[in-house]
């Protein structure tokens, strides 16, 4: 007798609206049961002539999912229920239940739209958001538009947010399971963890505690394989209490004996999020959640990705807890407290969003689509499709956008299209790279050298007999399997002779490292980037290597995998990307133009020289870099000639913006021309940008200038006296008996503003400021000239300023 699962409510509302709409979202909390339930329940119901395809987001979920529906029917795997998986297939002419990863479904896609034979696709676990899936719905969606109406789509997720999903379906339907298997209580922390404390320790500590309080199985949700053997060497436990690893990279067997039953006492697993998907591992009854995820982060503008450790969110969480109530009432605890839990993301960010986009850029242009042309659920970000398209186009795959042999070439291969066109341009050769760099370190803690691993995955023996490095066996296993299937398949490509740092240099032209100068081991990349090099590792004083892996560091990354690279095989492969450049460029350094002829490829300088015979142009071009950098030298004369601009400008007149911020935004419209010869800081301080700043004027504008805001004002003398336009007023500073006999004030510009006129006695100290010449005659000066008169007797001082005329002189002696 077959269990009754909280789905199994829903079946008969999921299977009317697939029957009528052909489409549908199904929306069941974790173990619900609609891994295993929908499709036989679909199958039984007639819904579809030709095969259902059920996409699961990772190779152990996928064959478990298989063979728990085998079980149920009670038939072997690759009967009615089958698997198919990358490097293994258990299907059969009989197979109508075909559980694939999600990858698979885009190759079939792309080899044929139409689908031959198949008749529903399911999208499993689609709250994960992984980037295959949401392609492939994308891709499948464009096809039951186009040319298979009678194509069934359903969407199914225990977490994420229906409604946008339903709605880009084109309304889809959305079923809703209630409830789940069996009840879990939920355990929070009493106070946050002290922030001092160990990650792993108040993880092992919480695992104690749940073994102490709990019976049955427990599965524990870690970030990575790291913390999985840390936690696993701490932890003290009774001795009927098995300890069962789980992870991606582990052999299936290993990963079987974690999802089997304990044979004697209980288990405790130590997982991934590989657990969190519709992977059911039997007799668990207890969730410890230590509340945090690893999740890789793309970033553009360095073409690295990284891995990142973060909270999880609410949607995660509540994944985790339901692990628990699978097979019977269960617990969960949480490695954090009740109040923590409202600062929680909901949902964890959709793949799309922050991974390397290479892949889906090729498949894109594979499908000749634009990504405005298909539904996405989320939209690929701008920039790091951008950069995909120029890393693709960059390998031969695309050209002016579009699929190229080659770029088809790569997209029938199982790999990134870095490692794709490796292998498509060297050859079976490179199988064992190609597979080595798709997988994970097996020589962690050991020196960067590529060479290294290929030796043990050579000879494996002679590797420990001379080494002091201890591989990890499972994973040479897992690269040398994954090497012969990629040789086959290509082994149509001709063999090359090409060395392993070659090979490697064809994968990543982009990281192609120069030393840089120094005693520190810093390489620039050839895509413009830095790395580092710990000092203690013998490559440190390589000149030229290719970086393998990095931790993608933003600023400078540290190199984590690197080849030694000559310079006679980078131009042996690259010479068509090899040039000479000019270049002239402000050294804020040497504070001067330097220009330099240098050979490049990318960001790599392989050969520098002066540039003897270096244009004018080129030089004044590079110095408005030093103007920028060093500020305007901005003279007396030339302060005196923006204020009487801006003047004129203030009051309406049609001139030029000459503001300090216009014109250093303007540089290279009024300035370049008049930099011949000016190459230092030195030499720019001794310049005098005037003549540049009457240039910007025409020859009517300078005339306007000149008569309404003029740079001197005549005295009755005919003495030039500099007229200061800075502040509320322009002004003048002259004599007081220089202005005998004016009886209008002074003014400037269309709106006749007054000279603010500072007046000096004959010994050039200021006696009065006035903005009203006739009314100072008129009522100050009186007191000013009994002043003076004691002060300054052989000076004149008439009563009557207005009548007397001019004068800079002393009275004449009396003979």
Not at 323 to 338: D, I, S
Not at 750 to 760: A, E, G, H
Request: aromatic share 4%.
């Amino acid at each position: 007798m077959v269990m009754k699962l909280p789905i199994d409510n829903a079946l008969p509302d999921l299977l009317t609206a697939l029957r009528a709409k052909g489409r549908a979202v199904l929306q069941a909390p974790p173990g619900a049961g609609k891994t295993t339930r929908v499709p036989l329940a679909m199958l039984e119901a007639g819904l579809c002539d030709g095969r259902i395809l059920m996409l699961e987001p990772r190779r152990l979920a996928a064959r478990a999912a298989a063979e728990r529906m085998a079980q149920t029917l009670g038939e072997k795997v690759g009967q009615t229920v089958g698997y198919r998986i990358r490097g293994e297939a258990k299907v059969s002419r009989d197979t109508r239940i075909e559980v694939v990863t999600e990858g698979i479904l885009t190759r079939m896609l792309q080899s044929d739209p139409e689908l031959p034979g198949v008749g529903a696709v399911i999208f499993d676990e689609f709250h994960e958001r992984s980037l295959n899936a949401d392609l492939g719905l994308a891709l499948a969606w464009e096809v039951r538009e186009a040319l298979r109406d009678d194509l069934i789509l359903l969407v199914m997720s225990a977490t994420l947010d229906a409604e946008p999903v339903a709605k880009m379906l084109d309304d889809a339907p959305v079923i809703t399971s209630e409830g789940r298997a069996f009840p879990v209580e939920t355990r929070w922390l009493d106070r946050p963890a002290p922030k001092d404390r160990r990650y792993e320790q108040a993880v092992t500590d919480l695992v104690e505690q749940a073994v102490k309080e709990t019976e049955g199985s427990i599965l524990v949700f870690l970030p990575g394989e790291g913390e999985i053997r840390r936690v696993a060497a701490q932890l003290r436990l009774p001795d009927d209490c098995a300890i069962r690893p789980l992870y991606g990279a582990m052999p299936f067997k290993e990963q079987r004996a974690a999802i089997e039953p304990a044979k004697s006492g209980r288990k405790v697993v130590l997982a991934t999020s590989i657990a969190e998907t519709s992977l059911t591992i039997q007799d668990v009854r207890v969730v410890v959640d230590g509340g945090r995820a690893r999740r890789a982060r793309f970033d553009p503008s360095s073409g690295m990705s990284r891995l990142v450790t973060e909270r999880v969110t609410k949607a995660e969480a509540e994944q985790r807890r339901g692990r628990a109530g699978r097979v019977t009432e269960g617990t969960c605890y949480r490695l954090w407290t009740k109040g923590e839990e409202g600062g929680l993301l909901p949902f964890p960010p959709a793949e799309i969003e922050a991974a390397d986009l290479t892949g889906l850029a090729l498949e894109l242009a594979l499908w000749g689509a634009g990504v405005s042309d298909l539904a996405f659920l989320t939209p690929p970000p701008d920039g790091s499709l951008a950069e995909a398209q120029a890393l693709l186009t960059q390998l031969g795959a695309l050209k002016e956008g579009r699929i190229t042999d080659h770029g088809r070439q790569l997209a029938a291969l199982p790999l990134h299209p870095r490692l794709g066109h490796m292998m498509a341009v060297a050859g079976p050769n490179a199988a064992i790279i190609a597979a080595l760099l798709a997988e994970r370190d097996p020589l962690r803690g050991a020196p960067v050298d590529l060479s290294l691993r290929l030796e043990a995955l050579t000879d494996l023996r002679r590797f420990l007999d001379r080494r002091p490095y201890q591989p990890n066996r499972p994973t040479l296993e897992r690269i040398k399997s994954e090497a012969k299937r990629l040789a086959a398949q290509t082994k149509t490509s001709p063999a090359t002779d090409l060395s392993a740092a070659e090979m490697a240099a064809l994968a990543y032209p982009d990281r192609i490292g120069l030393r840089r100068k120094g005693d520190t081991p810093r390489w620039v990349l050839s895509g413009g980037k830095g790395a580092i090099l710990d000092e203690a590792d013998p490559f440190v004083n390589q000149r030229l290597l290719v970086a393998l892996d990095l931790d993608g560091n933003a600023r400078e990354a540290r190199i984590r995998l690197a080849a030694d690279l000559t310079e006679a095989e980078l131009r042996g492969l690259f010479s068509d990307q090899i040039h000479w450049k000019n270049q002239c460029e402000w050294s804020k350094r040497e504070r001067r133009v330097v220009a330099r002829q240098q050979e490049c490829f990318g960001a790599l300088v392989l050969d520098d020289r002066i540039w003897k015979d270096a244009p004018n142009e080129a030089i004044a071009e590079a110095m408005l870099d030093g103007v920028r950098d060093l500020g305007l030298p901005i003279s007396e004369p030339a302060r005196r000639y923006l204020a009487r601009v801006e003047l004129l400008r203030a009051q309406g007149a049609d001139l030029p913006d000459m503001s300090v911020d216009s014109l250093m935004d303007t540089l290279h419209d009024w300035l370049l021309p008049h930099l011949n010869g000016v190459k230092t800081a030195e030499a720019l301080k001794k310049f005098d940008i005037l003549n540049a700043l009457r240039a910007m004027l025409d020859w009517n504008q300078q005339q306007m200038l000149d008569q309404q805001a003029p740079a001197h004002f005549e005295s009755p003398m005919g003495r030039r006296v500099p007229i200061d336009y800075d502040g509320d007023h322009p002004q003048i500073t002259l004599r007081l008996q220089e202005l005998f006999g004016v009886t209008s004030h002074p003014t400037v510009g269309p709106k006749r503003q007054p000279l603010r006129i500072t007046l000096l006695s004959p010994g050039q100290k200021p006696v009065q400021t006035t903005l009203d010449l006739p009314g100072f005659w008129a009522t100050s000066y009186a007191d000013v000239r009994k002043d003076m008169r004691g002060r300054y007797p052989k000076h004149p001082w008439p009563e009557d300023p207005t009548q007397a005329e001019p004068t800079l002189r002393a009275k004449p002696r009396k003979s």
